[in-house]
């Protein structure tokens, strides 16, 4: 039947997304968009870009985002690579560091289900390193490990993420290896690693402008290290499509990461309100992960996660849990607005006394 297809492609097993709303009366809280809506100047800077840059290609290499992005990172621009989404500059990074290694990229055994699937299409696999009990992210077994690193800080599923000093022994541990950390869920309360670039030339963080900045639908992602990483990225990305990001997004994503006081006070109500959605989970009875994202990993002791899933989903409510052994008591669920919360923990209140 797939008489054409490689081996690779035979063997290959593709990253599943959270499930997309297609009824206006849905509360999604499965894919960790952001409860709010993107910043004003942003939108605004989308509608009046002129339609001549629609006719002509897009800036390929970004410059007054990846100029504004510097600036807002407080890094120089040959330190920043922008890309389609952070998966694409995860992909990037896996075909120009991670792929032809002589060791295998270590991972936590509990993250990111994305990361196989590149490991199994650009490279020979994973090393999966066991969580804590506490599921937080063993870093001494990742110190041990004499090859490349990635995980994310925040982590997802879990929430949990590590202090800055933790990340700093892991990076200078060894500077012939590459540790990547994917801090997708940067902005709701961890500590970026961002201010170890100039120190570190083995260090590259990943970003996105889906959960932090509330573009989910713009697929914008970006790269910050060494310049020398830097360039390396670029090779790939020009050998792959020169022009990744268009000129509507760029306009958009520079005027998003300029507005500071969005993005302060924006980050501010997704921690008030993981807040109150974790008081009021926690008063239901399930045990809830400290969070420092923009979700929530819970756990009821009389019920699945896929159980809750399913129940949910009739009451027009969308969260996200797995069937796999490790997460099946768990179900993550996005922090919404102060509405939707309360419609959540209403529904979860009937379900549990039935």
């Known amino acids: 039947m797939h008489r054409l297809w490689s081996d690779t492609l035979q063997r290959l097993s593709p990253y599943t997304p959270g499930e997309q709303a297609q009824n206006s009366d849905i509360i999604k809280l499965n894919t960790n968009e952001h409860a709010l809506a993107p910043s004003p100047g942003a939108v605004s800077a989308g509608e009046d870009l002129d339609v001549e840059r629609l006719r002509r290609y897009p800036d390929p290499a970004s410059r007054l985002l990846t100029e504004a992005i510097a600036k807002a990172n407080n890094v120089s621009p040959d330190q920043v690579l922008v890309t389609n989404g952070s998966d694409e500059l995860l992909a990037f990074a896996w075909m120009a560091f991670l792929s032809d290694t002589d060791k295998v990229p270590a991972v936590p055994a509990m993250s990111y289900t994305f990361y196989p699937v590149w490991a199994r299409l650009f490279g020979q696999g994973l090393h999966e390193v066991p969580m804590h009990s506490d599921l937080s992210i063993d870093v001494e077994a990742l110190m041990s490990w004499d090859g490349p690193v990635v995980f994310p800080n925040p982590n997802a599923p879990t929430g949990l993420s590590l202090p800055l000093e933790m990340i700093e022994e892991l990076v200078a541990h060894d500077a012939n290896r590459l540790v990547l950390i994917d801090e997708a869920y940067f902005g709701f309360g961890a500590t970026s690693a961002v201010s170890l670039i100039n120190q570190y030339d083995n260090l590259l963080i990943t970003r996105s402008f889906s959960k932090s900045h509330a573009l ?91 159980a809750v899933t399913e129940y949910l989903k009739t009451q027009n409510i969308l969260v996200r849990s797995w069937s796999s052994y490790d997460l099946l008591p768990w179900v993550r669920i996005t922090v919404g607005t102060k509405d939707q919360q309360a419609c959540l923990l209403s529904a979860l209140s009937e379900y549990l006394k039935g």
Do not use: M
């Open 216 to 306: 989910a639908g713009l697929r914008v992602g970006y790269g910050l290290a060494n310049a020398n990483l830097v360039e390396g990225l670029s090779r790939v990305k020009d050998s792959f499509n020169s022009y990744p990001v268009d000129a509507y997004a760029q306009c958009v994503a520079t005027a998003a990461i300029s507005d500071s006081v969005w993005f302060a006070e924006s980050s501010a109500t997704i921690k008030e309100n993981r807040t109150e959605l974790t008081a009021g989970l926690t008063q239901l009875g399930f045990y809830v992960l400290t969070s420092q994202a923009n979700f929530v990993l819970a756990s009821h002791p009389e019920h699945t996660g896929v």
